[in-house]
């Protein structure tokens, strides 16, 4: 449950709160000017992974200016894990496809011998 604390005159938001904004405000700003779709696809990523442990990045305490760099970081390897992920199931498709070959060449090649 989020709670806003007054102290000494000031409204404090929970962390979820905050958080939410600055989900929103990422959503705005930062995704919306990244021109990779894969990158876009990675920071949704990204941030589905931030909702989920959203209790335990409320302990953190960094500069902002760290984040940003961090945030950046993530997404870009993100992405590239995406872009590897779908190389190997490409090679996967690939490779069932020239097993299912060899069963025939070895066939033909049989049928070769028994000619000559």
């Not at 070895?106 to 000559?116: D, P, V, Y």
């Amino acid at each position: 449950m989020d709670i806003w604390c007054l102290a000494l005159g000031r409204v404090t938001l929970s962390y979820r709160m905050l958080f939410q904004r600055e989900y929103g405000l990422l959503q705005r700003t930062f995704k919306a000017h990244l021109r990779d779709r894969a990158l876009k696809e990675a920071f949704e990523l990204v941030m589905q992974a931030c909702w989920s442990e959203v209790a335990a990045l409320s302990t953190a305490d960094v500069p902002l200016v760290l984040d940003s760099m961090n945030l950046m970081g993530v997404v870009d390897n993100r992405a590239k894990i995406l872009e590897i992920r779908q190389m190997i199931e490409g090679l996967k498709g690939e490779l069932e496809r020239q097993k299912a070959i060899i069963p025939r060449l070895r066939s033909h090649n049989s049928k070769l011998l028994i000619l000559s």
